[in-house]
């Protein structure tokens, strides 16, 4: 039981360069998760999927495109990189707590590095 | 709209001092509260929660009782170790609005031996 993965842990990008941050759970949940978190800050949501075939943006979408490939990937596309883009991104994903329909528990994947320049 | 306020940070501490993390919250109902924990260069993971009021999480030696009168989910240890230094972050899970959690700031904590 792997938990939350992602792919890659560290990346350096050129302004304007394309990459896929990818994102896989094996924990059958239906909610899945992408933040940023920037030096010395908190999380910031950039998109989030109740389910599978379902997407929504968080907090900060912009100059990011995401893709829920099934019920256990979450990938996340920045199209032209920009160096306000340099963080760290975290996957992450959520069941149910029981009948209630609020989320239970979040795990978090390990992290990408994403540095642009 | 819900919202989770934290107490500023850093709390530099001794080791064996006792730690406080206050964590007041906004939200219509009865939300969740959690309190993650995240060490240098890993991701966020569950410390401890709480799914109704008086509740108490606890793990670890770390504890927080969910006060619905005082709206809050301090979180709170008798003992400190070096090995508790981290970033703390208390967070909710909404009964309404659009998202599904919302986090704190963080409260980056530092022991010293």
């Known amino acids: 039981n792997a938990g939350v993965t992602q792919t890659p842990k560290f990346q350096v990008l050129k302004t304007g360069q394309s990459m896929t941050l990818q994102c896989a759970q094996d924990?059958?949940?239906?909610?899945m998760y992408w933040y940023r978190q920037d030096p010395g800050m908190g999380l910031r949501l950039i998109y989030y999927s109740a389910s599978e075939g379902t997407t929504d943006k968080g907090e900060v979408p912009n100059g990011y495109n995401v893709s829920r490939l099934n019920k256990r990937e979450f990938s996340l596309r920045l199209e032209s990189a920009a160096p306000s883009q340099t963080s760290v991104y975290f996957c992450?994903?959520?069941?149910?707590?029981?009948?209630?329909?609020?989320?239970?528990?979040?795990?978090f994947g390990p992290g990408t590095r994403l540095t642009v320049l | 709209g819900d919202s989770v306020t934290q107490m500023e940070g850093p709390v530099t501490l001794s080791e064996e001092a006792f730690l406080t993390i206050n964590c007041t919250y906004t939200?219509?109902?009865?939300?969740?509260l959690f309190w993650y924990v995240q060490y240098p260069g890993e991701g966020l993971q569950l410390l401890l929660k709480?799914?109704?009021?008086?509740d108490k999480g606890s793990n670890k030696g770390f504890e927080a009782t969910y006060r619905k009168e005082t709206t809050s989910f301090h979180l709170e240890k008798g003992s400190v170790q070096v090995s508790d230094s981290a970033v703390y972050f208390c967070a909710l899970t909404p009964t309404s609005g659009t998202y599904k959690y919302i986090f704190g700031t963080g409260t980056r904590l530092k022991v010293l031996a």
């Open positions: 709480a799914t109704k009021a008086d």
């Open positions: 939200a219509t109902g009865y939300p969740s």
């Open positions: 924990m059958n949940h239906n909610s």
């Open positions: 992450a994903s959520s069941g149910y707590l029981g009948s209630s329909g609020r989320e239970d528990t979040q795990y």
